[in-house]
Structures are given as C-alpha cells and as structure tokens.
Antibody
Framework: DVQLVESGGGLVQPGGSLRLSCAAS????????MSWVRQAPGKGLEWVAN???????RYVDSVKGRFTISRDNAKNSVFLQMNNLRAEDTAMYYC????????????WGQGTLVTVSS | DIQMTQSPSSLSASIGDRVTITCRAS??????LAWFQQKPGKAPKSLIY???TLQSGVPSRFSGSGSGTDFTLTISSLQPEDFATYYC?????????FGQGTRLEIK
C-alpha cells in the first residue's frame, strides 16, 4: 500500500525556517511527481509546489523565493524547505503523490502542522 | 490563474438522496479536473480524475462529468460516510488551483 508520512512541522517565529519531510513507500517513488498542498485552519486546499520526476519545480506565487521543494529518490523522500515564514503560512501541510501520468494527486499523507507565530 | 468556483458552498441532504455539486473553471480546462473528498481532521481523498474516471476503490455511486469549463460531481444515493467537504481541482496549468469546497451535511 502507498504510504506518505510527513514530519518536520512545528511552531516557528515569523521570519524563521522549517524543513518538512515526506517519506514515501509502497510505490516506485522515482516514477512519480510529488506535491505539497496546504490548508490553513478552517480554510480550503491550496497547492504549494510540485516536483517532477526529473526535478523540475513549480511554485504558487505566494511562496516563490521563500520555499524550495526537493526530492531524494535514493531515500524515497520529498522535502519542503520553508524560509522567511509568515503568519499566513500557518497551515496543515500535506504531501501528495501524482498518478503515473502526472494528471492528478491520487494519494495523500496525513499532514504536518506548521504554526507561524511570535 | 484559473479560478475554480464550486456551487453550492454548502448543501443539506438525506440518506439515499441524489446530490450534484457543480464546478466551473474561469477558462477552458478540457477534462483536466479532479474531485477530492475531505472529512474533518483527515487528509483529502482522491475520488475522480480526468473529469470522469473513478479512482480505484471509489464506490460506483460517485460519478463525474463535464468538459471545458463546466463539471459536475454526482452521488447517486447518499450514504452516511459521504457527508464531507468536496473540492474540485484543475491540473491543466500552473498554479494548480482548487475550488473553495462544498460542505455536504446531513439534513
């Protein structure tokens, strides 16, 4: 079975940094695009970033220049380095796997909570 | 950016009802649309991709249709486990965008 397990969330002050990790298992990791999607408390879903099989990265405008998505295919893991964090980055962050064609997210982790507050 | 607008924002229905949720894209997205279900405190679950293809394991009472800018998610006979929030998402262009969600509640 596919498993995606996020870690690295926590409480951080505005301007601080966090690195989220997502450990993947149960599928051929290096054949799939991966994403981070976030959900602010009581709000809807917001796509944050994608990384393709070959490492091509895309970001939502609000995090460009502050967040970096990366992957380590040898460790079946995807990461999200978050710098210069703002209060509006407070959210549950989900790791999501794309299907084999890159059409859509077909599996999600349980999420890791990031709280940005002084 | 492509805006995704769902209607209604919330909906009350009874067990056994047929329910339809609509999603409208601000520009033509062909069939590059997915639907997700999310229950309180849980991660989203994929239901449908490419507008009408059911993910493996999703009950056949769920169906999706549409192309271009107008899409629907239909639940043919509501079951207790279907009460949740539903989101559409376009994946034809960046940024990937979601609808605002439709909360389906028990009447």
């Amino acid at each position: 079975d596919v498993q995606l397990v996020e870690s690295g969330g926590g409480l951080v002050q505005p301007g601080g940094s966090l690195r989220l990790s997502c450990a993947a298992s149960g599928f051929s990791f290096d054949n799939h695009w991966m994403s981070w999607v976030r959900q602010a408390p009581g709000k809807g879903l917001e796509w944050v970033a994608n990384i393709k099989r070959g490492g091509d990265e895309r970001y939502v405008d609000s995090v460009k220049g502050r967040f970096t998505i990366s992957r380590d295919n040898a460790k079946n893991s995807v990461f999200l380095q978050m710098n210069n964090l703002r209060a509006e980055d407070t959210a549950m962050y989900y790791c999501a796997k794309y299907d084999a064609i890159g059409h859509s997210h077909d599996s999600w982790g349980q999420g890791t909570l990031v709280t940005v507050s002084s | 950016d492509i805006q995704m607008t769902q209607s209604p924002s919330s909906l009350s229905a009874s067990i056994g009802d047929r329910v339809t949720i609509t999603c409208r894209a601000s520009q033509d997205i062909s069939n590059n649309l997915a639907w997700f279900q999310q229950k309180p405190g849980k991660a989203p679950k994929s239901l449908i991709y490419t507008a009408s293809t059911l993910q493996s394991g999703v009950p056949s009472r769920f169906s999706g249709s549409g192309s271009g800018t107008d899409f629907t998610l239909t639940i043919s006979s509501l079951q207790p486990e279907d009460f949740a929030t539903y989101y559409c998402q376009q994946h034809i262009s960046y940024p990937v965008t979601f609808g605002q969600g439709t909360r389906l509640e028990i009447k």
